[in-house]
């Protein structure tokens, strides 16, 4: 106890302690902190459930287009397809009509057939009966050597024997029309063997049914 007197003395601190002592303060303070809370921990099955949709959305976006393009390919193809059988079709009717068209050719004088008029003629048979609709016109031609009448008379002789060979091949004659043109429509001009050899003829023209009957 301190009387009276007695006087009490303070001496002051160093300034290297009073440095000393914040610190330790401070330190003592720092180890006092309240814990830092932290969020909640990250959900992978969330994360997990969202990538399998994400990947189940592009697959179907990936099959949808995958179908798309096949649906597209495959009407190409059809397409194709009908284009083609078109242009075969179309081919093959006009070789077909070719033959129908093709010309046969006599003798000097003559109305009977040669084998190669035969030849000719049997290769219009199976045109004719693919193709029912068509009706025909035969013309007798000549060449220019002969009195006009007796000329005409021979081209008409010469379109029904043509038509008589078709009948007796199985075409109804209702369809064959015969008729003569004598020399007055010569396919060569000219005065001379080869001219005339070509100007003995008979020509055959579709005239019902069509070319794509």
Not at 52 to 77: C, H, K, P, T, V
Not at 157 to 169: C, D, S, T
């Amino acid at each position: 106890m301190v009387t009276d007197s007695q006087t009490l003395t303070f001496e002051p601190m160093h300034p290297r302690h009073t440095i000393l002592a914040v610190v330790a303060l401070a330190l003592a303070a720092g180890c006092h902190k309240p814990p830092v809370a932290l969020g909640p921990a990250p959900m992978s099955g969330a994360a997990d459930s969202l990538n399998s949709a994400r990947a189940d959305s592009i697959a179907r976006a990936n099959a949808a287009r995958q179908a798309e393009l096949a649906r597209a390919q495959a009407e190409q193809d059809s397409l194709r397809a009908v284009r083609d059988r078109e242009q075969r079709e179309a081919a093959q009717n006009a070789d077909a009509m070719k033959v129908l068209a093709a010309t046969i050719y006599y003798d000097f004088d003559r109305a009977d057939l040669t084998e190669a008029a035969r030849s000719l003629l049997l290769a219009k048979v199976p045109v004719l009966q693919a193709k029912p609709n068509i009706r025909i016109r035969i013309t007798g031609h000549t060449d220019d050597r002969g009195a006009s009448e007796y000329n005409l008379a021979l081209g008409l002789r010469r379109a029904a024997e043509a038509k008589a060979f078709l009948v007796n091949n199985g075409i109804d004659a209702s369809r064959l029309t015969i008729t003569s043109m004598g020399a007055e429509q010569p396919a060569v001009q000219g005065d001379n063997e080869e001219a005339w050899s070509r100007n003995r003829r008979s020509e055959f023209e579709p005239i019902s049914g069509g070319a794509n009957q």
